[in-house]
């Protein structure tokens, strides 16, 4: 049942690789296998959880008397389903309610044209100077916002700007690294750095930790790909089909009602780390404030238009239904799937080989970036976090090679490494990360070309990062 379960989980990342050959939505893929895997693991369970999970499922049988009265395999079954998947689902209920708020803030911004007062801020056509202050815009952007928002809006910059589709695909593609590597050392750049986050595996001491080797991550690229341009672009003329379907809104919007909105909401995002300092709630309860808080505020703001077709106005009711809702299902099925391997003792046997084989921190973190080049990073970090557990630093002293562990402890160098190597690493391939993928449809370019042209520019900025952090950790 253990192979059967490992065949499962690596057929369907299959599928989700090939997601634009097969033509089968990803989400619909991660969903099947998150659930066709604890479908399995609740007949594989009565042969592994007095090893997996012994302590705790003694304490759940001792804490219900009733099942004392049952045989082992109810027993287990009973704690499979009223402990392991109730804690499964609360855990994943906190990712998907955080990345909910933080699409909704970030697609209300959009639509209201909060975006276009930094990208109107841009008016170079030197193709160097604008390809090096669109990649330091994104660099920055992402790790306010995320990789994916800053990479459509970007992209969709980039297609104002320039005509030729050639070099439109070298700017997306820098653009896809400087996103990646912005996400990476923000708590909030990036799926990944989300969950390392939401998880407390990670606190803001991740933004001094992983600043430099992200800006090197994104700085060697540039230097190289610069190369490749000369001259001045020729701006291409933007079509009325392409213009926004809210365009109308827009010239009925005051720049002071769009400004506020785009203040109120990139505030929220800024201030979700302060809340979860301050009052040490998840921090999925402070962007709900602030979504809640930012409703109110359109709400008034919009009523007192009656000048306004009411079709027109863009509430927040409305813009939820924009929000990509298929993706919130992509991580349900991913995390799904991920816990049911934990809670089956596949991810302990994993981490075991990887200590037997890759012992050093830094081996392990620098092999799951390369992997994430092929595989999406979010099931990574998954597995990674339901690998090594957040140690206690006062028992990591008690262990038998303290000094190894205390990288496991919460900022230890193996989380804040991890969140580098699986946000950047993701962009040697353009199927290694969200922002790739996205960029990979609107631009439609093809997987050779990306391999070709940018892969191993991506590859030496990745090394030289990772190098970088080494480096920091040897003399700080």
Wanted: some cysteine; aromatic content about 12%.
């Amino acid at each position: 049942m253990i192979y059967a379960m490992i065949l499962l989980f690596i057929a369907g990342y299959i599928f989700i690789a090939m997601e634009h050959t097969v033509k089968v939505n990803k989400a619909g893929v991660a969903l099947l296998i998150g659930t066709l895997l604890w479908v399995l693991y609740v007949y594989l369970a009565p042969d592994t959880v007095l090893i997996v999970s012994p302590d705790a499922f003694n304490h759940f049988v001792q804490t219900h008397p009733e099942l004392q009265l049952h045989d082992f395999n109810t027993q287990v079954r009973h704690f499979v389903i009223d402990h392991q998947i109730l804690e499964s689902i609360g855990d994943i209920a906190e990712m998907l309610f955080f990345l909910l708020a933080a699409m909704t803030i970030v697609e209300f911004i959009d639509v209201h044209g909060g975006f276009t007062y930094i990208t109107e801020k841009i008016t170079t056509r030197k193709k160097r100077q604008l390809l090096w202050l669109i990649a330091l815009i994104t660099f920055f952007m992402s790790a306010v916002l995320d990789n994916l928002t800053t990479t459509i809006v970007m992209i969709m910059l980039t297609r104002r700007i320039i005509s030729e589709t050639r070099e439109r695909w070298l700017f997306g593609s820098i653009i896809v690294i400087a996103a990646n590597s912005g996400g990476a050392w923000s708590p909030i750049g990036d799926v990944t750095t989300i969950m390392l986050w939401v998880k407390g595996n990670v606190t803001t001491a991740i933004i001094p930790q992983l600043f430099f080797p992200s800006l090197v991550s994104t700085v060697v690229p540039l230097l190289v790909a610069q190369f490749l341009l000369k001259g001045s672009v020729v701006e291409a003329e933007m079509s009325l089909s392409e213009e926004r379907e809210n365009a109308e809104l827009l010239r009925h919007m005051q720049k002071n009602d769009r400004l506020g909105i785009l203040v109120f909401g990139v505030s929220i995002l800024i201030l979700s780390p302060v809340f979860k300092a301050v009052t040490h709630l998840p921090p999925f309860i402070g962007l709900l404030l602030g979504v809640s808080l930012l409703w109110i505020y359109t709400e008034i703001l919009y009523n007192r238009k009656n000048q306004l077709n009411e079709n027109l106005k863009l509430r927040v009711s409305k813009v939820l239904g924009r929000i990509d809702f298929s993706t919130l299902m992509f991580f349900l099925g991913i995390l799904l799937a991920v816990d049911a391997l934990q809670s089956a003792g596949i991810l302990q046997q994993a981490s075991r080989f990887m200590a037997q084989h890759l012992p050093n921190v830094f081996a392990q973190g620098y092999t799951i970036g390369l992997l994430s080049a092929i595989v999406d990073n979010v099931p990574l970090v998954a597995a990674a976090i339901g690998m090594y557990p957040v140690l206690d630093p006062a028992a990591v002293s008690t262990m038998a090679d303290p000094l190894f562990m205390q990288n496991f402890i919460e900022d230890g160098v193996f989380w804040h490494f991890l969140a580098y190597c699986a946000g950047v690493g993701g962009s040697i391939l353009i199927i290694g990360s969200a922002a790739g993928v996205v960029f990979m449809g609107l631009e439609k370019v093809p997987f050779g070309w990306y391999q070709k042209r940018i892969s191993l520019i991506a590859l030496l900025g990745y090394t030289f990062g990772a190098g970088v952090y080494i480096l920091q950790q040897a003399i700080f």
